[in-house]
């Protein structure tokens, strides 16, 4: 089971509320359907700057694989405050750590309820119905 201290995307990001932000960051599902388990299959990640506006499941940027390009969308609407830099130099992190230092950016949120989402029982679902 993924953690359930966060909510997830059909798409395979998760959102954790962390205070007055949300960290958004991708799941273990889309970090092994990228790199099919090689952690060196991962190499790019384009993470949008500071400042930028978000609308709820825009696209904020994508991860490249040596099979795959994918986008990431966020999770809510808001400001990105702040983005993951080691993640551009060390894709690794994502295959490492998705849940914790895997994290990609962080937004301000304009409403921090991510009732929206699926919780991590309703994610499990989705994969086992969609694979």
């Excluded at 940027?61 to 080691?86: H, Y």
Aim: charged fraction near 30%.
């Amino acid at each position: 089971m993924r953690p359930d201290d966060r909510k997830y995307l059909p798409s395979h990001e998760w959102a954790k509320l962390d205070g007055d932000t949300i960290l958004v960051g991708i799941t273990d599902f889309a970090v092994e359907e990228l790199s099919s388990g090689n952690e060196g299959d991962l190499v790019y990640c384009d993470l949008p700057e500071p400042g930028r506006q978000l609308e709820a499941q825009e696209t904020f940027g994508e991860i490249e694989s040596v099979k795959a390009v994918s986008d990431l969308n966020t999770p809510v609407a808001g400001e990105v405050v702040e983005i993951n830099s080691d993640i551009e130099e060390h894709l690794e992190i994502l295959s490492q750590d998705p849940w914790g230092k895997g994290w990609l950016v962080r937004i301000k949120p304009t409403n921090k309820s991510l009732d929206h989402l699926l919780d991590a029982e309703a994610y499990e679902a989705h994969l086992a119905k969609s694979h």
